[in-house]
């Protein structure tokens, strides 16, 4: 279901922190499943997520991405398959022996312990020497410029400032892997998008193997270089956010990547549903697929508004053509009334076809 793909991999640079004590590695999957009893959480799946990249798993929930995060950690067993690291074996290893930290949703510090204390207390339970907790705190707090927090509690700390002793924490580790079960999801938007920039400059920067879950596809567009698209437990589509956006593999991911997402329009034959505009595809086709920023506002296809969303820059426009409803991304002065006529066209080369399955034609 997912080609084997080792495109997308990032050359550490030779200045990275941790150079010497921080390999990474590539991550693969084969054939791996999950059960839960009856219940398929996971259908047996391949996937290769490349050395020191930052692969996005991707989808609504309940699809599979955090179980499959979790195999990975080695937090739940597989019931089908191997999983290999840097090519070794580690299906049946603990997650301890697989060189992998995680940063969690709700970040999981202790409310009485200063962040310093945060940080090394992985350390203090592996009984790491105390000279090199202090060194590798110090590298950490300074790398993440926490350093005037070290001695504040949980309680005394902004949501982003909480994110980041969670991600120290993993980072003083210095694993291999990294791994983010959406831990951005508690934040406000605008934070949010300011950590998006900083997580990816740090995976680039420590040249980090991350794997990271997120159900928001805005995150997926712009931090990763691999997209794997879930859906049911089982994988969709993977490639680079570009790749599924320009080509979905089906209309699911047609409608799940892009904001705002893809118009699906049902077809009677060669014209769209409800109306007498046609369009050449194949006998095969069920559904057209057109994204609203291909739309302009001429041509001959005739459309009634339906209504408008004003977003600034652009506008989003709601169209009818037949039965079919068409959202159109168009300048943000423009301003049409509810039930005005307007005259749309888009280019041929732009239009998707999708099959009675939803697949890609």
Not at 29 to 48: D, E, F, H, I, Y
Not at 94 to 99: E, L, M, Q, V
């Amino acid at each position: 279901m997912i080609e084997d793909s080792r495109r997308a991999v990032i050359i550490p640079p030779s200045n990275a922190v941790f150079s010497e004590n921080y390999p990474v590695s590539a991550i693969e999957l084969r054939g791996v499943g999950k059960q839960w009893g009856g219940v398929v959480a996971l259908s047996p799946s391949n996937m290769v997520i490349p050395e020191a990249s930052f692969t996005v798993l991707l989808g609504p929930s309940g699809c599979g991405k955090t179980t499959t995060l979790r195999l990975i950690a080695g937090l739940d067993s597989a019931t089908s398959g191997q999983l290999l690291v840097g090519g070794r074996d580690v299906t049946a290893a603990p997650p301890a022996a697989r060189g992998v930290a995680m940063v969690f949703q709700n970040y999981a510090l202790f409310p009485h312990l200063s962040v310093a204390d945060n940080v090394v207390f992985g350390l203090q339970v592996r009984r790491t020497p105390k000279v090199e907790q202090t060194d590798r705190l110090a590298r950490v707090l300074a790398l993440l410029g926490m350093e005037h927090l070290r001695d504040r509690k949980p309680s005394q700390l902004s949501g982003g400032q909480q994110q980041r002793v969670a991600l120290a924490r993993a980072l003083v580790a210095e694993a291999r892997i990294c791994l983010m079960d959406e831990p951005l999801s508690n934040l406000d938007a605008q934070l949010r998008q300011e950590m998006r920039q900083e997580l990816r400059a740090l995976q680039q920067k420590l040249g980090l193997t991350v794997v990271y879950v997120t159900h928001d596809q805005a995150e997926a567009m712009s931090m990763a270089d691999q997209v794997v698209l879930l859906n049911h437990g089982r994988i969709v589509q993977s490639g680079s956010p570009r790749e599924i956006y320009a080509r979905p593999a089906s209309a699911f991911a047609a409608r799940f990547i892009g904001t705002p997402p893809m118009n699906l329009m049902a077809l009677d034959g060669d014209t769209i549903a409800g109306s007498n505009v046609r369009v050449d595809t194949s006998p095969l086709a069920t559904h057209v697929g057109l994204r609203p920023e291909h739309i302009t506002l001429s041509g001959q296809v005739d459309a009634i508004v339906e209504g408008s969303e004003y977003l600034g820059a652009d506008t989003l426009l709601r169209c009818s053509v037949g039965r079919e409803i068409l959202l159109a991304r168009v300048t943000g002065q423009a301003e049409y009334a509810v039930g005005e006529t307007v005259q749309l066209s888009w280019p041929e080369d732009s239009v998707h076809y999708f099959d009675r399955d939803g697949k890609r034609l």
